[in-house]
């Protein structure tokens, strides 16, 4: 049964201090907490349900920590205005630092946005990318709304922090930039796998990383639009370029 020590410890999750020394994060609502339970059932540290959601899914949580709470107490540990149904602790994932980029991989530039960050990581999962990496400034991957907006991508996509800021500098991949100034996406034909890297969203790329660009690449301006949302932006690219190239594949 959950005390006062064990309730305030699941609220104070919803800080990173907090979430870092504990290696715990929060993952609410049945779709997501079912998603990363499939996904990733050994990080699981313990599930809060209502009797409801617990009965409906009892096949699935044989062996697993489990309590059943009731609608009161878990809106008081809820990290969402409106609770749903089950709250679930997960252990953080491991991530790897990426030692290959023979295959397309996201590098993420100071992205602060939760929402824009989760969405990403959604897009990297669904268009098959396996790695990507952030910047030191970039929003944490365990923020509440970035893990609300995976949906459980980031059981299924490694994150990595390049904490020192080194990482891109080693890499002997190609780097495309997204920039304004960039060559047209749809002029520049199959480009081999390499390093996506994507701006802030108000400041765009460091000039630094600019510069170690291999090839600056834009999504043509038709209408009157100032820029693209982050997440709007990598989107499209991913389409483009992932996508052009499984085509390719597909038809041989």
Request: charged share 20%; net charge neutral.
């Amino acid at each position: 049964m959950l005390n006062n020590k064990g309730i305030k410890d699941i609220q104070s999750l919803r800080d990173k201090k907090s979430r870092d020394a504990a290696g715990l994060f929060v993952a609410e609502g049945p779709k997501i907490v079912a998603e990363l339970l499939a996904a990733a059932p050994g990080q699981v540290h313990r599930i809060y349900a209502v009797k409801d959601w617990a009965a409906e899914h009892a096949e699935s949580l044989l062996s697993l920590p489990l309590e059943i709470v009731d609608e009161p107490l878990l809106q008081r540990i809820s990290h969402l205005q409106t609770p749903n149904k089950v709250l679930a602790v997960f252990k953080m994932f491991k991530g790897m630092q990426p030692t290959s980029t023979d295959q397309w991989c996201i590098y993420l530039d100071t992205i602060q946005d939760p929402g824009n960050l989760g969405t990403i990581i959604r897009l990297a999962d669904w268009f098959g990318v396996q790695h990507v990496v952030c910047s030191p400034s970039t929003a944490d991957m365990y923020n509440p709304k970035v893990v609300q907006s995976t949906m459980a991508s980031l059981a299924r996509v490694n994150i990595w922090y390049d904490r020192d800021d080194s990482w891109l500098a080693q890499q002997q991949a190609p780097v495309y930039a997204a920039a304004l100034d960039g060559m047209s996406l749809y002029e520049a034909g199959s480009l081999q796998p390499g390093i996506i890297m994507i701006g802030n969203e108000s400041k765009g790329l460091r000039h630094e990383l600019l510069e170690r660009a291999t090839q600056k690449i834009t999504i043509p301006r038709i209408g009157s639009a100032e820029s693209l949302n982050a997440a709007v932006a990598t989107g499209i690219i991913l389409s483009h370029l992932v996508g052009a190239e499984q085509q390719l594949r597909f038809n041989k």
